[in-house]
């Protein structure tokens, strides 16, 4: 069973953690100021702000910060400031008992899916993966990005994603029903045979990423195919992958390696969902229940009554 976290306040507080790289400090203030032009309280990680290297402070200091937001009756959610790379290494330091005892709001994306799917793994709590404190509050934000992530959060309403970019690959059914558990494809890949990894069994899965080539991403899903995740799925929304789905002649490659995993697995797959590496986008809470429309090319999203 999963976990909803209690919906965010009006005038709460949000914490802001770097679990991953450091960032600069002109986009995390710029973050932190939108945020308050949104009426809410900001409290920032003790390793939001440190640099060591290519990451935000050390494993501990970056684990502390989430262990300690957790615990802090004060802080109502929790928003990373960015991704980047650093999540694996602290994911045997978080407290998920903590976790478990103090559900949140948890918001951030690609390097942090790692987090968010350790997090569900051990706690069963829902997470969202949206936009983040230092890289697209720090600009102005697309509308649709906006609608598409403060309701989940505030009212953790139902949600129809309806799109002119979304198109259905591959379909054996009319629909799919399942839990959504959605990420980065290279994260994910990092993940299988760790006990980070949740059980996705039944579920639907959306992945998406950046900076990668074709055969890099090939390789990931054969890592998929090869470990047994895509006989236990009920369907896969592909989302922006950068280049590889920018180039309409990659594209089209990608789309036949994706035939034919739908064709050995009958799996329904929907293709183009603006979710990930895009400013515009929508965001996706990871353990909501989901429908995939194979007719209508759309998902809707929707709390778990049970949760």
Known sequence: MSILPPKLPDGGTIGIVSPASPMLPDRLANGEKYLRSKGYNVKLGAAAKLLRGYLAGSDQQRADDINRMFSDP???AIFCSRGGYGSPRILNLIDYKNIFQNPKPFVGYSDITALQWAIFAKTGLITFSGPMVAVEMAKKIPKLTEEMFWPLLKTQTKLLISHKKLEVLASFQEGAE????????????SLLGTPFFPNIEGCVLAIEDIGEELYQVDRELTQLKN????SKLRGLIIADFGEVTDDAATADDFKRTLREIASEFNLGIMFGLPYGHIDE???LPIGFQCKLDFVGSTLEVFPDPLS
């Open 178 to 189: 399942g839990r959504l558990i959605a990420g980065n494809l290279s994260l994910i890949t």
């Open 281 to 283: 986008k929508f965001t």
């Open 227 to 230: 470990a047994g995740i895509f």
């Open 74 to 76: 004060d802080i109502d």
